[in-house]
């Protein structure tokens, strides 16, 4: 059996609140009163959850089966789920960046748009966009050279730029069209795009899968076009049609093992 | 100013020979005294261990390579931060902190002294600007001299004399404090793409040999009587079989008499260079050759550069080194060339445990510790941030202390170190007095600073550690978590008599001195050199001589060390 901790926004705010105490490995086994007692971070203040929202329901003792709706609109609430390892979060608006940054389990479903960096380094679980996603989509903190690696994120709507930059492993799919350098710096995982998706697609990837079954702009020259296949078959996954292969970036190296493959 | 009594406290004190008694330090106007008149503030010492200040003698902590780490490592950044206190800014960084957070993590440890390691003239005023940054600690840098036009050709030329003249000069504009030679000639030949894989190489152009340049800085070095001796980087550092470069470098100096009663050569991070080997599958610890070498040579003090098993960041001036080290690994790299001087790198790296390589680098650090029979020759250091950042030395203290602790380390890191290092075999377990020795006590002798600092004889600086460790209740052989922990967090650290750290926490900042070498020649030698200086600005500096000396009034209580040269 679920239970549900359920927080509404009294105000937004224009500077952004800092909240990775929103997950349930936080909420678990406290009262509500414990939880509206919780840190948040507002411009260079420490301030509690309570300021901010209407704390209502009740925290079961297990993460595993405690669910936290988050009941309207937080576009100004950041890190949202960070580092979250069970239970669920159901955010019914719009979220700010680092939505389920280095999750390792558990589901977040947002039913609005989320802004940068969702899924950062994200290592399991799932992440379920519902609107748009922002830029950097199961990405790497800047300056790492290590994005997502497992878990699995689907996005309803369209992604910006650099989805799964540095992705090491897992799983994104995005519904929509997607945004220029997809899969750039890619190693491992698997990108599919069901709309089109813009220039420099798996720009400097060395390994991995990128799918895109829309319209694809003008790929880098270092990519090597390979066979026609028909019917792919992929971790499990099957795509009927015709796709052309294509491998790459060469100008990684000789030895890059990076695929796009595109619908014909 | 105030008066202080650390009453009852268990001091290790080497360099005046006092080995853990029992006894009172008296502290007046920052300064340690005989004896005191009235109401002097008391600290209850009893159970606790009383050291002097600890030392830094190898850290790479300031200046132009240290902030483009920061710069290029956010995400370095993200795994250490320290909210700001009442006392105390915020400040982040794990393997390059920012410059605050340096002065309280030193100060945290109960090091009151600290020497940036790596200073391109050019660079000066940006690293004294950001020394000026550095609370807590008193501070020096160390002025590189590998790549130098003017010394490459006045020792090329045979001009000895002219050569120390000119060092003077750059010492004193520059305010630095130490001869650094790094990668000597190599990193001349790397601005033509080419580097100096022995010390008979010589660089392009100049053709100058690393051996004649090494030779001719240390007789200049003694020409000047400067406090420390040169202070060097060796050739081919981090390649396989680098041993033999290094064993030959240690005689370079023989036939040189050192002007003051310490080493002829400080050699640096010697774990980065006691490699055998000619392939990374069969390369292997040569540390117990390093060690006979050095336990054979009275003139010679190493500091380790030990390795600590982190996510870390290397930089130095050795930047054909760093170009190797990133074709290695394929990550983010930095290289400069600073015109007419050196040529620094930087590259992240990380000393993985299952990694064979990393493994037999940690077995070195602490094998040079063990191997090398007297304290005074053997530093500790982690060439910081290169082999492991700083806030690892309480660790290492416990690796040096507890051959248990060793043991318990070695069974987590790649099994290749039973066979290609002795670590395995090694009983040796450092006693307080030893620590005592390689972390303060053995600084201030070979940085010539002994007059002043890393004892608790009367006239000292009143610049003091204690430690929550009661010696007769604690057996560090066995419980090395614990001393880990309070070498980590000094019971009070004391720095010219006031107290800044009390339980680990900063109570108080202030800034420490700047510490520079005033080197004094005679006129007329150095009107000569100055007209060369000039001549070789004009020509060749992007910069105007006027703006390129550090002003006195960048340091913080600049304090000059004033040494007269015999020419
Ligand atoms: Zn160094």
Known sequence: MMTDVILVPKVQHKISLEAEVIKPDEFAGKTIEEIKELPVYFGNTVQKLGDFFEVSGSAEENAENLRIVVEGDVSRVKRIGEGMTTGEILVKGDVDMYLGARMKGGRIVVEGSVDSFAGQQMRGGEIEIKGNAKDYLGGSYRGDWRGMRGGRIIVEGNAGKEVAEFMRGGEIIIKGNCDSFAGVHMKKGLVIIEGSVAERVGAEMVGGSIIVLGEMANLLPSFKIGEVVEGLKIDGREFPGKFRKYIGDFAEGPSVKGVIYKRL | ????????????????????????????????????????????????????????????????????????????????????????????????????????????????????????????????????????????????????????????????????????????????????????????????????????????????????????????????????????????????????????????????????????????????????????????????????????????????????????????????????????????????????????????????????????????????????????????????????????????????????????????????IYDRSTIDGIDREYSFYDIAIVTRAGEAKALGLSDRKGHLGVGADADIAVYDINPSEIDPSRDYKEIEKKFSSAAYTIKDGEILVKNGEIVQTRYGRTLWVNSKVDGELEKEVMKDIEYNFKRYYSVNLANYPVREEVLTRSTEVTRSASV
Not at chain 2, 205 to 216: A, S
């Open chain 2, 1 to 416: 100013m105030s008066e202080l009594v650390l009453k009852n406290g268990i001091v290790y004190d080497p360099i005046n020979n006092v080995n853990g008694e029992k006894m009172d330090i008296l502290v007046k106007d920052g300064k340690i005294v005989e004896k005191l008149n009235g109401n002097a503030k008391t600290i209850d010492c009893s159970g606790k261990i009383v050291m002097p200040g600890g030392i830094e003698i190898h850290s790479h902590m300031a200046g132009g390579k240290v902030n483009g780490g920061r710069l290029f490592q956010p995400e370095d950044h993200v795994r250490f931060a320290m909210p700001k206190t009442k006392v105390t800014r915020s400040g982040t960084g794990f393997s390059t902190p920012t410059t605050f957070l340096t002065g309280y993590l030193y100060s945290k440890m109960g090091y009151t002294t600290g020497m940036t390691a790596a200073m391109p003239p050019l660079m000066a005023r940006h690293t004294h600007e950001e020394l000026k940054d550095i609370p807590m600690i008193d501070k020096g840098a160390y002025c590189l001299t590998d790549g130098n036009w003017f010394i490459m050709k006045y020792l090329k030329n045979g001009e000895i004399e002219k050569c120390a003249a000119y060092v003077s000069w750059l010492l004193k504009a520059t305010k630095g404090y130490v001869v650094k030679i790094t990668n000597p000639c190599g990193t001349e030949a790397w601005g033509w793409g080419k580097n100096c894989r022995s010390l008979d190489d010589p660089a392009p152009y100049f053709d100058i040999t690393p051996r004649e340049l090494v030779k001719g800085l240390v007789e200049v070095n003694e020409i000047l009587k400067l406090p420390h001796s040169v202070h060097l980087h060796a050739n081919n550092c981090g390649r396989l079989g680098n041993f033999v470069t290094t064993l030959e470098t240690f005689k370079v100096p023989n036939g040189t008499k050192p002007a003051a009663k310490r080493q002829i050569m400080h050699a640096t991070h010697i774990q980065f260079h006691s490699y055998g080997g000619d392939t990374w599958h069969n390369f292997e610890s040569k540390a117990d050759e390093i060690a006979k070498a050095v336990n054979s040579n009275k003139n010679i003090v190493i500091d380790t550069g030990t390795v600590t098993l982190d996510h870390t960041t290397t930089m130095t001036a050795d930047g054909p080194l760093e170009y190797y080290l990133q074709s290695l690994t394929h990550l983010k790299w930095m290289n400069r060339n600073v015109e007419m001087e050196t040529s620094p790198g930087i590259t992240p790296f990380i000393y993985s445990r299952k990694m064979p390589t990393a493994s037999i680098q940690w077995a070195i650090g602490l094998e040079l510790s063990l191997l090398i029979k007297d304290p005074w020759q053997v530093l500790m250091t982690t060439d910081h941030p290169n082999a492991g950042p700083f806030i690892r030395y309480p660790r290492i203290i416990a690796w040096l202390m507890s051959r248990k602790y060793r043991e318990e380390t070695a069974s987590k890191v790649h099994k290749v």
